[in-house]
């Protein structure tokens, strides 16, 4: 679904106020724009059962136009208060 989504060029943040309280589109706002700190935190956020794994966060690091490190690692300096 993501894949067609991408392919269609959808905009991510367009639908993140639809899925995200206010306070986390506040702390959202915290991190740098695209950047794999803030797509980790949308993904802590709605991620309640720990269902992302690496290749998941990775197909979703391209559907938010990230940067992804070299390592391949995810960057979460900073653990959200969800």
């Not at 989504?5 to 915290?30: F, I, N």
């Not at 993904?43 to 269902?51: A, N, W």
Request: proline residues 9%; contains cysteine; negative net charge.
């Amino acid at each position: 679904m993501i894949g067609l989504w991408t392919q269609a060029g959808a905009d991510p943040y367009l639908h993140l106020p639809k899925h995200l309280t206010p306070t986390q589109m506040r702390e959202l706002e915290t991190y740098p724009h695209r950047s794999p700190q803030q797509v980790d935190f949308v993904i802590d956020c709605l991620d309640k059962d720990g269902l992302c794994d690496d290749d998941l966060r990775s197909i979703i690091y391209k559907f938010f136009v990230v940067s992804i490190p070299e390592n391949g690692e995810a960057l979460k300096e900073k653990t959200p208060d969800v």
